[in-house]
């Protein structure tokens, strides 16, 4: 016998599988139509030679673009070059799988040259489709979350930087997207990793975390103290944001780079940390 409140979570799976398997598709017209309106959104504050024409109408669009310009935009030739903007017409984003993905949305990826969608240190953002839960959540939660980012204690949440929406017109549907920072990244002028990164959900053993235990052991991976602490600072102030709006953080993205450095004791890493932790921990929502 179910009692009411299996009964809601039953029903409330069932809804969000449905709404997953519904989930349209961005076809390459899509893809190109994103791609031009990232395009237009990074060429703001780039200085220009040329005399301003009058803006072109574009498919889609960005939402919420004021709120999210004062952490988009400081990345705006670094997008410029990804994205491909110089060319005409402006290649379209590429699909991206991703392993053990569990959410059935679609990843995106830059297409402008040098970018490999199954090198992540080929693009510094990802795109991810949102679904229905996400598109209600994001207007009254972005101009709480974009502020966070730009706290001086930093931020372990990865970095939302743009609402993308391709609206819906007779023969195609609405298609909506977030761009994220891609916290696969291999960190400047460090080594490819050996290790995918490891997707930690602490509901249970998933593939990801049994990877991890075969990889390190029980004991797991040790940061320096003065790294610990400043992840902590910045850990304590997301956390109170999340508290606040009452949400979860699931999903915890470990990503570990070697450092070139020989293996040290523990003890001997607390005296005298170094410049660079060993682990680079992002939690995403």
């Known amino acids: 016998m179910w009692d009411a409140q299996q009964l809601v979570l039953l029903l409330s799976s069932l809804r969000v599988s449905q709404s997953l398997s519904n989930s349209p598709a961005c076809s390459s017209e899509c893809r190109q139509a994103l791609a031009e309106a990232l395009c237009a959104e990074v060429l703001v504050p780039l200085p220009t030679d040329q005399e301003e024409e009058a803006p072109v109408p574009l498919r889609a669009r960005l939402m919420l673009a004021e709120e999210f310009r004062p952490i ?11 994205l491909g903007c110089e060319a005409q017409p402006v ?8 392993d053990d993905g569990k959410s059935a949305m679609s990843f ?3 297409g402008g040259p040098g970018v490999q969608p199954h090198d992540a240190g080929t693009y510094s953002i990802i795109i991810k489709q949102l679904n229905a839960q996400d598109m209600q959540l994001l207007p009254s939660l972005v101009p709480q979350l974009v502020p966070r980012y730009l706290q001086a204690e930093g931020s372990l949440l990865a970095r939302f ?9 007779p023969g195609r549907f609405q ?5 994220m920072e891609n916290v696969a990244r291999p960190p400047p002028g460090g080594a490819s990793s050996p290790w995918k990164t490891f997707d930690m959900k602490g509901i249970r053993l998933y593939p ?3 990877r991890f235990g075969r990889e390190f052991g029980k004991r797991g991976l040790h940061v320096a103290a ?9 850990l304590r102030g997301d956390l109170a944001l999340l508290t606040a709006r009452k949400l979860v953080d699931y999903s915890f993205l470990v990503n570990v780079f070697p450092s070139g450095a020989p293996p040290r004791p523990c003890a001997q890493m607390q005296a005298n940390p170094g410049p660079t932790p060993t682990p680079t921990p992002s939690p995403y929502p």
């Open 175 to 179: 298609f909506d997207a977030i761009v």
């Open 108 to 110: 995106l990826v830059p």
């Open 91 to 98: 290649p379209p984003l590429q699909p991206k799988g991703v």
């Open 208 to 210: 990801h975390e049994m």
């Open 226 to 234: 003065v790294h610990a602490d400043t992840h902590s600072v910045a």
């Open 72 to 82: 988009l935009q400081p990345r705006a030739a670094e997008l410029y070059n990804e």
């Open 161 to 169: 930087l743009g609402w993308l929406r391709d609206p819906p017109a």
